[in-house]
């Protein structure tokens, strides 16, 4: 059903009408194109659609664009302020965090939630948290460094 869904987008307000049933992720890429958030296996297991929904992940290729309305909704393009990468973004870069790289949005978001939540947590509490994040290219031991380093310049504080 056709419906108009308003919601705050990257820190910009959005006014869509779309059928309230569609799949966020297909919103974002499709008729907003914000191709960062990916299309991975479409079943919500890999983690490659994960954006922030009111500061928690969600795994965007099932939820629908309904349940956003009157939320505040972050896609790795909106991650950055004011030409600044985030702490988490920074921290994947410097350990290197990243082959191929179509996982890392969702792998991003996913610990920006962890930390949000759980702003020291150990390296244990990280591998459980990122653990349904699925990397195919092996960097998992740098992912879980770049979140203690992120984890450690964020100070507990979230970075808006």
Known sequence: ????????????????????????????????????????CGEAFCGACTVLVNNKAVRSCQFPVK?????????????????????????????????CGFCTPGMILNACSLLYENPQPTQSEIIQGMNDNLCRCGAHTRIVQAIQDAANEMKGGRVK
């Open 67 to 99: 349940d956003v309305k009157g939320k505040e909704v972050i896609t790795i393009e909106g991650l950055s302020k004011n030409g600044k990468l985030h702490p988490i973004q920074e921290a994947f870069i410097k350990h290197d965090a990243l082959q």
């Open 1 to 40: 059903m056709q419906e108009t869904i308003s919601f705050n987008l990257n820190d910009k307000p959005i006014h869509l009408t779309v059928d309230s049933e569609r799949m966020l992720l297909w919103v974002l890429r499709s008729d907003l194109g914000l191709t960062g958030t990916k299309y991975g």
